[in-house]
């Protein structure tokens, strides 16, 4: 059974910071990116950020490049996203995912699991 947990989200003033984690398990692929999408109230879910399997290739949206950073601990199977210098408009439901591929691939259908979310909110 593939489980992908996030955690780490909660409420933060603007300005502040928050470090999201996402463990993976029982997935079949060996090596794989894993990435950030976020979905605010009704709007469609957005891609974040992704890194490939090392780490060492990375994928952000304009919109967090420079106040968002991604890496990930492969022998915990775990991916974080560092947020730093939040915003109103940075509050939504963050999700994590697996693909098989190692490109870190901004492209929603390309991921294969989801986790089942976490909620960041920023305050004004």
């Known amino acids: 059974q593939v489980q992908l947990v996030e955690s780490g989200g909660g409420l933060v003033q603007a300005g502040g910071s928050l470090r999201l984690s996402c463990a993976a398990a029982g997935h079949p692929f060996s090596t794989y990116a894993m990435g950030w999408f976020r979905q605010a109230p009704g709007k469609e879910r957005e891609f974040v950020a992704a890194c490939s399997w090392s780490g060492s290739v990375t994928n952000y949206a304009d919109v967090v490049k420079g106040r968002f950073t991604i890496s990930r601990d492969n022998a915990k199977n775990t991916v974080f996203l560092q947020m730093n210098s939040l915003k109103p408009e940075d509050t939504a439901v963050y999700y994590c995912?697996?693909?098989?591929?190692?490109?870190?691939?901004?492209?929603?259908?390309?991921?294969?699991?989801w986790g089942q979310g976490t909620q960041v909110t920023v305050s004004s």
């Open positions: 995912a697996v693909r098989s591929g190692n490109w870190p691939t901004s492209v929603q259908g390309e991921y294969a699991y």
